[in-house]
């Protein structure tokens, strides 16, 4: 890894670097007191996620000798998408996370803290050890906060009491354990409003959790129910026939506008807000034996607190270039920013490329060469062994990868996500690799 001497000096030629005074900056009027002098940086990657990593590593690809940090509190660096099948038995949990320094490029800097406050007017950032950073560019990609406290009761039983989520690593084999313990009884599976990451991944455990359930010859004993806060099943309605059929073989007791808002555990209770088709909320009391909770998701208030953000705290950026709209030094990717994509490591995979062209493009002063389309995907589960992959872009444009009738579940695609995305992932994404990710040019 480079030396952090190394790099302070090299600052010295970055030429869009202004000098600031530290404490007449935006942060010393928060209550901030730089003790340090900011230490200079080339670019500064913010999150070492899979957008983080993956973007370092296509940048180096490029440009060998680019100088870069990446700060990431983790030591550990995850692969979600494979935790729905962490959650039916289908994939093995260790398989899922990797220590973080084994996946950051070999000259890139790793900080190990996290950015706590950011001052773009003078590029430069403060991270949890009180260190200011100056850069010449920075990348946003802290991804996005999970609100567990967003709902009452919920931190105190998640893990125990039935009670689970396939949104943490740590709780994904627990709902295993509980789908495998069911024999009868009531599971409700809860969905929250959107943006959510993985806006199929909510289904997906009830999908996953029914087909099994209906392997053993359990189903028609459990009374299953879905709780959606939102209006409809599937944000893009091409795969919503598709869906509903499952729905009906499943026998899933489908409430739209039901917003799950607090849990007793303890008492194997359930609170929700329901919408009328007249606006007017009720609170609906259901019972449980299993629930699997997907929290409220929001920007981190890292975010929120600067002047990165935009009105809702996601990390404004134009949702073509990925560049910030107010910031031309910085870019952001990922689930914390702006885009209107589907919130996916698919969308990630895309915006990489697009990111690294365009950064290196306004490094030599040209305007952006390339466009982001809103490419996502959500391979929907829907049973153990068949997925519909629905691939789409910006306002729903169905993208698929593959010739084929993409609302038809098939085996090929849970090959494809089981076997084939998670190597994806790991050894090409993660190493720049850019398979099926070109970006159009502008
Ligand atoms: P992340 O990968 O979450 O990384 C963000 C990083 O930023 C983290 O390492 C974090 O520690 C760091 N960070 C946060 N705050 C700070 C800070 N202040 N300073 C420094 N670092 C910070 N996607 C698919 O494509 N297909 C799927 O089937 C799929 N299924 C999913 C199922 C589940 C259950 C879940 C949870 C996700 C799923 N996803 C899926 C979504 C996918 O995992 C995310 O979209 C993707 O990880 C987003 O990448 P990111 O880099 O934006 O955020």
Request: hydrophobic letters at 40%; glycine letters at 10%; one cysteine or more.
């Amino acid at each position: 890894m480079a030396s952090m001497t190394s790099l302070t000096n090299d600052l010295s030629t970055a030429e869009q670097i202004t000098t600031a005074d530290p404490t007449t900056t935006p942060l010393a009027a928060n209550g901030w007191k730089a003790d340090t002098q900011p230490v200079g940086h080339d670019v500064i990657i913010v999150g070492g996620g899979a957008g983080g990593i993956g973007l370092a590593a296509s940048l180096l690809r490029r440009e060998p000798a680019l100088q870069i940090t990446i700060i990431e509190p983790s030591e550990k660096h995850y692969y979600q998408p494979a935790w729905t099948l962490v959650g039916v038995g289908q994939f093995n949990p260790d398989n899922t996370v990797k220590p973080t320094p084994n996946l950051i490029p070999a000259t890139v800097n790793w900080l190990k803290h996290s950015a706590i406050a950011f001052d773009p007017e003078n590029n430069q950032l403060t991270l949890s050890d009180g260190s200011v950073h100056r850069y010449k560019n920075l990348i946003v990609a802290v991804g996005l906060k999970l609100d567990w406290g967003g709902i009452e009761g919920l931190e105190e039983t998640l893990g125990s009491n039935g009670v689970t989520s396939n949104y943490r690593f740590d709780l994904a084999p627990y709902t295993w354990s509980l789908v495998q313990k069911l024999e009868s009884g009531r599971a409700i599976f809860t969905q929250p409003g959107m943006p959510i990451k993985c806006a199929g991944a909510p289904q997906k455990a009830l999908y996953l959790s029914c087909s099994y359930w209906e392997s053993k010859g359990v189903l028609s004993k459990i009374s299953v129910d879905f709780d959606n806060a939102g209006g409809v099943l599937f944000g893009v309605a091409a795969f919503v026939p598709a869906l509903m059929r499952y729905i009906a073989r499943y026998k899933v007791n489908l409430t739209v506008n039901s917003n799950l808002v607090a849990v007793d555990g303890a008492a194997g209770k359930a609170w929700f807000a329901v919408k009328d088709g007249d606006g007017q909320i009720s609170r609906v009391e259901k019972s449980f034996d299993f629930l699997h909770v997907v929290p409220p998701q929001v920007p981190h208030d890292v975010i929120k607190a600067s002047r990165l953000g935009n009105a809702d705290g996601w990390v404004e950026v134009d949702q073509k270039t990925l560049q910030h709209v107010r910031y031309p030094a910085i870019f952001g990717l990922g689930d914390g920013c702006s885009a209107p994509n589907a919130k996916t490591v698919a969308a990630v995979r895309k915006q990489i490329v697009v990111v690294a062209e365009n950064l290196l493009a306004t490094r030599k002063k040209l305007a952006p060469v390339t466009e982001y389309d809103g490419y996502g995907a959500c391979p929907l589960t829907v049973e153990i062994g068949k997925i519909v992959l629905a691939e789409f872009g910006y306002g729903g444009k169905l993208m698929p990868t593959f010739p084929l009738d993409p609302t038809v579940p098939r085996r090929s695609a849970w090959i494809l996500k089981k076997s084939v995305l998670p190597a994806i992932y790991w050894y090409l994404m993660l190493k720049g690799r850019e398979w099926l990710a070109r970006p159009r040019k502008v």
